[in-house]
C-alpha cells in the first residue's frame, strides 16, 4: 500500500484530534495514523474511573468546538471522552488504527514526507503488513504521554504480589484490606493513593523529589494575576498561598521544593501536584511517605534509609517515555525535539520545523498548548498551499 496526503498525522490522541479538527475547518485534506484500535487511548483506556480534568474546562477544549456550558467545570474522565466524541464525529475526523509508524524521513528529491508504518491489527503480532505513505507536511502529535514506563527494580522479579502500571489501574476495589504501595508521586500517584485509601487499602507513596502542592483555585489565579504583575512576584504568592494551605508537608517525609511549581514545570517538566484530598490523608496517617526503593526480597520492599516492609501490590506511576525520535529519522539539527521527545527549548515557536515539520502537543503547556499549537499548524499549512 502506498497512499498520498496533503498532511499526514501521527497520533489519535488529544493532540493529533486537534491537529485535525482545525485541518478540517480549513478544508485541508489529511491522513491520520494510530497504532491504537481507538482514538484517545489513554483517555478511553488506561486512566483510573476517579479521573478529572484539573483545570477549567475552557482551557481544556479542542479547536472550534467548546466544552458545553452546562458540564461541570472541572469535567470527569467520562464527560471529556463524550467530548472527544463528539469532536470527531462533528469533524467526520476517520483515524486509520493500528498503524504503527516505524520511520519517517524527508526526501529532498520530491519534497515529500515518507512514512513508513505497520499494520499491528489484532492477531497479527509484529508481523503485519507494511505501509507507504507520503505527504507534503508531517504532522507529530504523539502526546507527552505515550508509552509506559517501569523502572527497572533490582529484585522486583522475586515480589510474588502484583505489579501494574497507573495505566492499568482503574480503582481500588481489588485492593480492600491489602497492603499496596504507589511508586511515583506525580498528578496520577497522588491520586491513585488516594483512591486506594478510600477503598480501604493500607497505603503507602514512595516520594523521592521535591513537591509543590497547589489547589485547582490556585492555578486559576496565576494567568490573571499574569496581567498585572511579573512572573516571580505570581510564582511566588502561589508558593505562599500553597503554605498557608498544606502547611510544612515535609514533616511527612515529603522533601520540601526550593523552587516554585512553574519554574520546575519550565526547566525539569516536573507539574504542580494539584491535591484534591490526598494531602489530608497524608496527615491524618492514612496514607504513609516513604523514601526511594533500594531493593524487593520476596513480597519484601527494602527502602533507601534502611527501613523495610512487606506489601500485597505495587502500582508504578512512574510516567511515560516517548520513542519519536526512534522513527523520526531527521538531522538532529534539523529536528525539533530533544532526546526525550519534547521541543527543545531553543525552538522559537514550538510548533514548526523544517521541510514541513510540525509538532502539536509536546512542548508541555497542556491541552490547552496543544490547541493553540494545531490552529498554528493548520493556518501555517493553509498559507503555504
Same mark, same amino acid.
Given at each position: 500500500?502506498?497512499k498520498?496526503?496533503?498532511?499526514?498525522?501521527?497520533?489519535?490522541?488529544?493532540?493529533?484530534?486537534?491537529?485535525?479538527g482545525?485541518?478540517?475547518s480549513?478544508?485541508?485534506?489529511?491522513?491520520?495514523?494510530?497504532?491504537?484500535?481507538?482514538?484517545?487511548?489513554?483517555?478511553q483506556?488506561?486512566s483510573?474511573?476517579?479521573?478529572?480534568?484539573?483545570?477549567?474546562?475552557?482551557?481544556?477544549q479542542?479547536?472550534?468546538?467548546?466544552?458545553?456550558?452546562?458540564?461541570?467545570?472541572?469535567?470527569?474522565?467520562?464527560?471529556?471522552?463524550?467530548? /472527544?466524541?463528539?469532536?470527531?464525529?462533528?469533524?467526520?475526523?476517520?483515524?486509520?488504527?493500528?498503524?504503527?509508524?516505524?520511520?519517517?524521513?524527508?526526501?529532498?528529491?520530491?519534497?515529500?514526507w515518507?512514512? $513508513?508504518?505497520?499494520?499491528?491489527?489484532?492477531?497479527?503480532?509484529?508481523?503485519?503488513?507494511?505501509e507507504e505513505?507520503?505527504?507534503?507536511?508531517? $504532522?507529530?502529535?504523539?502526546?507527552?504521554?505515550?508509552?509506559?514506563?517501569?523502572p527497572?527494580?533490582?529484585? /522486583?522479579g522475586?515480589?510474588?504480589?502484583?505489579? +501494574?502500571?497507573?495505566?492499568?489501574?482503574?480503582?481500588g476495589?481489588?485492593?480492600?484490606?491489602?497492603?499496596?504501595?504507589? &511508586?511515583?508521586?506525580?498528578?496520577?500517584? +497522588?491520586?491513585?493513593?488516594?483512591?486506594?485509601?478510600?477503598? %480501604?487499602?493500607?497505603?503507602?507513596?514512595?516520594? @523521592?523529589?521535591?513537591?509543590?502542592f497547589?489547589?485547582?483555585?490556585m492555578?486559576?489565579?496565576?494567568?490573571p494575576? /499574569?496581567?498585572?504583575?511579573?512572573?516571580?512576584?505570581?510564582?511566588?504568592?502561589? +508558593?505562599?498561598?500553597?503554605?498557608l494551605?498544606?502547611?510544612?508537608?515535609?514533616?511527612?517525609?515529603?522533601?520540601k521544593?526550593?523552587?516554585g511549581?512553574?519554574?520546575?514545570?519550565m526547566?525539569?517538566?516536573k507539574?504542580?501536584?494539584?491535591? &484534591?484530598?490526598?494531602c489530608?490523608?497524608?496527615?491524618?496517617?492514612?496514607?504513609? &511517605?516513604?523514601?526511594a526503593?533500594?531493593?524487593v526480597?520476596?513480597?519484601?520492599?527494602?527502602?533507601?534509609?534502611?527501613?523495610?516492609?512487606?506489601?500485597?501490590?505495587?502500582?508504578?506511576?512512574?510516567?511515560f517515555? @516517548?520513542?519519536?525520535?526512534?522513527?523520526?529519522?531527521v538531522?538532529?539539527?534539523?529536528?525539533?525535539?530533544?532526546?526525550?521527545?519534547?521541543?527543545?527549548?531553543?525552538?522559537?515557536?514550538?510548533?514548526? %520545523?523544517?521541510?514541513?515539520?510540525?509538532?502539536?502537543?509536546?512542548? @508541555? @503547556?497542556?491541552?490547552?498548548g496543544?490547541?493553540?499549537?494545531?490552529q498554528?499548524?493548520a493556518?501555517?499549512?493553509?498559507?503555504?498551499?
Open positions: 500500500m502506498n498520498e496526503a496533503e498532511v499526514i498525522i501521527v497520533g489519535g490522541g488529544p493532540s493529533g484530534i486537534a491537529a485535525a482545525a485541518l478540517s480549513l478544508s485541508i485534506p489529511f491522513l491520520l495514523l494510530e497504532r491504537s484500535d481507538c482514538f484517545a487511548p489513554l483517555w483506556r488506561h483510573y474511573d476517579r479521573l478529572h480534568i484539573h483545570l477549567p474546562k475552557h482551557t481544556c479542542l479547536p472550534h468546538m467548546a466544552i458545553p456550558d452546562d458540564w461541570p467545570k472541572y469535567p470527569p474522565k467520562s464527560l471529556f471522552v463524550q467530548y /472527544l466524541h463528539r469532536y470527531v464525529s462533528h469533524f467526520r475526523i476517520e483515524p486509520l488504527y493500528n498503524r504503527s509508524v516505524e520511520s519517517a524521513r524527508y526526501d529532498d528529491a520530491s519534497g515529500r515518507r512514512v $513508513v508504518a505497520r499494520d499491528v491489527s489484532a492477531g497479527r503480532g509484529g508481523e503485519g503488513a507494511v505513505y507520503s505527504a507534503r507536511f508531517l $504532522v507529530v502529535a504523539t502526546g507527552e504521554s505515550c508509552d509506559a514506563f517501569m527497572e527494580v533490582e529484585g /522486583l522475586s515480589f510474588g504480589g502484583k505489579v +501494574m502500571h497507573s495505566t492499568e489501574y482503574k480503582n476495589k481489588e485492593f480492600v484490606k491489602k497492603k499496596v504501595l504507589v &511508586v511515583g508521586s506525580g498528578n496520577s500517584g +497522588m491520586e491513585i493513593a488516594l483512591d486506594l485509601a478510600d477503598h %480501604g487499602a493500607v497505603t503507602s507513596i514512595v516520594v @523521592r523529589s521535591p513537591v509543590n497547589v489547589t485547582r483555585e492555578l486559576n489565579w496565576v494567568v494575576l /499574569l496581567k498585572y504583575l511579573p512572573f516571580n512576584w505570581v510564582e511566588r504568592l502561589t +508558593m505562599i498561598a500553597s503554605r494551605w498544606f502547611g510544612d508537608m515535609s514533616k511527612f517525609g515529603i522533601p521544593a526550593e523552587e511549581p512553574f519554574t520546575m514545570k526547566k525539569y517538566g507539574y504542580p501536584l494539584v491535591d &484534591v484530598g490526598t489530608e490523608k497524608i496527615r491524618s496517617g492514612e496514607i504513609q &511517605v516513604l523514601p526503593v533500594k531493593c526480597k520476596g513480597n519484601e520492599v527494602v527502602f533507601e534509609d534502611g527501613r523495610s516492609d512487606s506489601f500485597d501490590a505495587i502500582v508504578f506511576a512512574t510516567g517515555k @516517548r520513542p519519536t525520535k526512534q522513527w523520526l529519522k538531522k538532529e539539527e534539523d529536528c525539533l525535539l530533544n532526546d526525550d521527545g519534547i521541543v527543545k527549548p531553543s525552538c522559537p515557536n514550538k510548533w514548526k %520545523g523544517k521541510n514541513g515539520l510540525y509538532c502539536v502537543g509536546l512542548s @508541555r @503547556r497542556g491541552f490547552l496543544a490547541a493553540l499549537d494545531a498554528s499548524v493556518n501555517d499549512i493553509k498559507e503555504l498551499l
